[in-house]
């Protein structure tokens, strides 16, 4: 009989996807199904948005203390990304992967990738789905960025940009789930969740 992922846990759902496209609403929808679903809190630069609550949206830390973390070794990965640094705490996601839950990660297309090769290489023992998650439409995407009201326009527009290149990645993931309702693609993800669960690895 084929073996399941030998001296792996649970798994690792590495969701990306440009500024604006609502990930973090679709990313609280799917939590919410599910108490085995575990959000990885990164730490940032990034000052706080009005929103927003230390240790449960990010880490909001200092330069110094990034740099600090980052020599210890405790990222799995970081990166910086529209001008701030963001990194992925390494013991977290081991923690819940070891209690044998999932572990949802939101991460730019650079961490994934990053996040990618660290499993291939065996940094992190877990299975790992890779799913970028878009926008309708670039106009829609440019609506909900203004609609935001938390940027103004000079950065809505750099975020936009950043966005159009950030789609030309998306052949990189596993699958590719278009947010044109929230619920929706909540539920096209627990629909993948599920699947990948039962993926027989065959190494
Ligand atoms: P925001 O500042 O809007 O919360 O996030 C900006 C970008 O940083 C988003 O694309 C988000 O997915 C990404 N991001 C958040 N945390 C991390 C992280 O730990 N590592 C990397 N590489 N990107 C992150």
Redo the contacts with the bound molecule.
């Keep these: 009989m084929p073996k399941k992922a030998k001296g792996k846990h649970g798994l690792l759902v590495v969701i990306?996807?440009?500024?604006g496209v609502g990930?973090?609403t679709v990313v609280k929808k799917l939590l919410s199904s599910n108490p085995k679903l575990k959000l990885?809190i990164?730490?940032?630069t990034?000052p706080p948005r009005p929103n927003e609550t230390h240790n449960k949206d990010?880490q909001f830390v200092t330069e110094e203390e990034f740099f600090d973390r980052e020599k210890k070794g405790m990222f799995l990965?970081?990166?910086q990304?529209?001008g701030?640094y963001?990194?992925?705490s390494k013991s977290f996601i081991e923690d819940q992967l070891l209690k044998n839950n999932i572990v949802v990660?939101?991460?730019?297309v650079?961490?994934?990738a990053?996040i990618k090769e660290a499993v291939s290489l065996g940094h992190v023992k877990t299975s790992a789905v890779f799913i970028f998650l878009i926008p309708p439409s670039v106009d829609i995407l440019a609506f909900r960025l203004r609609r935001r009201k938390t940027e103004n326009e000079e950065v809505v527009n750099y975020r936009l940009r950043a966005a159009i290149a950030e789609l030309q990645v998306m052949e990189k993931y596993d699958y590719i789930v278009v947010n044109d309702k929230v619920d929706t693609a909540s539920e096209k993800i627990k629909a993948i969740i599920n699947v990948e669960k039962e993926r027989v690895l065959l190494n």
């Design positions: 990306s996807g440009p500024s990930k973090s990885s990164s730490a940032t990034r990010y990965e970081w990166a990304v529209h701030y963001y990194g992925t990660s939101e991460v730019d650079q961490g994934a990053s």
